[in-house]
């Protein structure tokens, strides 16, 4: 039975008088309710207990539960179990709230008292570190609605997750942290908005988690060396992670760090056909990163930062893209000095479309990039969906949406970067080249482009922003490169001097947004892993 009188509730220095003994004696166990609360009360051969009557899991009464002679209360849900006594979690799952009871008279007093801000957020914040271990995202999202409740800056929580996780990122950098620096621009973008801002925080601190999930710490190297741009990208260079890490600290002794970094962590992303471009592409966010969340956050934000740069890949070292050193060297000695129209770029593998480039380099940069920007959106656009459903083809022959997609994050970094240091636009502009030669050869030519053009930009962003805020895929690596491609789209198609190419960007985003999204690929991979094997003998 629920006592559902408050009227005669009294307090004095915050206990409340409740339920009448004889009323707990005669049913072993009561609910009251008092200011929105739900507190059951048990009597025992150990005493009298009192807790929160929803359970920290879901919310099913535990006045329904099973209460054994050690005083553990089993929700019949789904079997969490609570010490009574102290409100500890079998399970190491969200703790159950207890409270002091007296016995004064003819009632039962409870003690309801919740402690000061400072110490709910502190262990609000414990709690979600547990939560961020295990990669819990139910109880992930319930400790951040508890920062929110409290009316703290519930941002403190990306920042912590980057604390917790940055050591545990074995090669640096992944998609969580680009996607954080993404996912807190749509944080702000709602103001006033808690749910969608709750909803901004749980999938950039859940996939932080995920990544990092049962990893152990890979420490970065201790020690100082004082920050030197050419040093640092010569390090990088040798692959010398130690002295990049401790350049790298150098630069951190100073306020500012990314500031005096921006230039030589660009360099060194450039230097190289780097890692799909994702080197570059993180640049930019963690820019945002320290920007939003302070300079707290430089320290772990850059040293991953670095050691991804330092461990990626090099493709410029493969054959399909080796032309991209020649091609840099010779960069704007030809004559031609207009940029070629996406027309010219059709059917060009990527030392083709990297020779074209060098040819015209002498144009002005933004002409072509406007060019480059247009060739990599029209691949997008045009990509043969068939290839989605590819079973016979060898090792690194697939093809899907995110090959096409970094064409347009990496245009996005190349002009963030290189409108501040115009010596890179050589590099940046030869690395968009080989995302158009890269992708050569899978266009549908059926694919129009009147059929995806977007007439409200505006109206189409505000529900794309919808969509990602529901987004319904169970890879983060999926919704992660949704996300970043429209933000990039986004900011693309507002820039003036990119013209018609933005218009063909955010066509291409319209037709990914319209298409389905296949990612395990059974088949495929038996037939690969067979292929593989036999060729291997």
């Known amino acids: ?61 535990l006045r329904e539960g099973v209460l054994d002679e050690q005083c553990r209360l089993t929700c019949n849900w789904h079997n969490w179990k609570f010490d009574l006594q102290t409100g500890e979690n079998q399970r190491d799952g969200d703790k159950l709230r207890v409270y002091p009871v007296e016995v004064r008279g003819d009632h039962i007093w409870i003690q309801v008292i919740d402690p000061p801000l400072v110490e709910q957020q502190e262990k609000t914040i414990n709690d979600l570190n547990l939560a961020f271990s295990n990669h819990d995202y139910e109880r992930l999202a319930r400790e951040l609605a508890r920062l929110f409740q409290m009316g703290t800056d519930p941002t403190v929580a990306m920042t912590r997750a980057i604390e917790w996780s940055s050591e545990r990122m074995e090669f640096g950098w992944t998609h969580a942290y680009a996607g954080a620096a993404e996912w807190l621009q749509l944080y ?162 990527p030392t083709k479309a990297m020779a074209l480039t060098a040819e015209h380099g002498s144009a002005p940069p933004e002409e072509l990039y406007r060019s480059l920007l247009a060739v990599n959106a029209q691949n997008m656009l045009t990509f043969d969906l068939t290839h989605l459903e590819d079973i016979d083809q060898p090792y690194g022959s697939d093809r899907g949406w995110l090959d096409f997609s970094h064409g347009l994050t990496f245009a996005d970094a190349v002009y963030s970067l290189c409108k501040r240091y115009p010596e890179l636009w050589p590099a940046g502009l030869l690395q968009m080249a080989c995302f158009a030669g890269r992708n050569v050869g899978h266009a549908d030519p059926a694919v129009a482009l009147e059929d995806w053009v977007v007439s409200e930009p505006q109206k189409f962003f505000q529900e794309t922003t919808g969509m ?70």
């Open 1 to 61: 039975m629920v006592d559902h009188s408050t009227s005669d509730h009294i307090m004095t220095q915050s206990w409340v008088k409740s339920v009448s003994r004889d009323a707990l004696k005669r049913d072993g166990r009561k609910v009251f309710r008092f200011e929105g609360r739900q507190i059951v009360l048990f009597d025992t051969r150990q005493g009298i207990y009192a807790c929160n009557n929803r359970c920290p899991h879901e919310g099913y009464p």
């Open 468 to 537: 990602l805020m529901d987004h319904g895929q169970s890879e983060y690596i999926v919704s992660v490169h949704l996300l970043k491609t429209v933000q990039a789209v986004k900011r693309l198609s507002a820039l003036p001097q990119v013209g018609a190419a933005g218009q063909i960007a955010l066509a291409a985003l319209n037709r990914l947004l319209s298409a389905p999204v296949r990612r395990k690929m059974v088949r495929r991979t038996a037939r690969q892993a067979l292929r593989f094997i036999r060729q291997d003998k």
């Open 188 to 349: 702000d973008d709602h103001d006033g908005k808690r749910e969608q801002q709750l909803i901004c925080l749980l999938e950039a601190i859940g996939h932080m988690s995920e990544d990092t999930l049962r990893e152990p710490r890979y420490p970065f190297v201790s020690g100082t060396l004082a920050w030197d741009e050419d040093a640092f990208v010569a390090a990088v260079e040798h692959e010398d992670e130690t002295a990049a890490l401790q350049r790298t600290r150098g630069a951190l002794a100073d306020a500012g760090a990314f500031a005096i970094m921006e230039r030589g962590l660009a360099r060194a992303a450039l230097a190289h056909y780097h890692s799909f471009g994702h080197a570059l592409i993180y640049i930019p966010r963690a820019a945002e990163l320290i920007h939003r969340l302070g300079e707290g956050v430089a320290a772990p934000v850059l040293l991953s930062l670095v050691r991804g740069i330092v461990t990626g890949f090099r493709e410029d070292l493969i054959p399909e893209f080796r032309y991209y050193g020649e091609a840099l060297a010779g960069f704007g000695q030809g004559q031609i000095g207009r940029s070629p129209p996406l027309e010219a770029y059709v059917g060009l593998n």
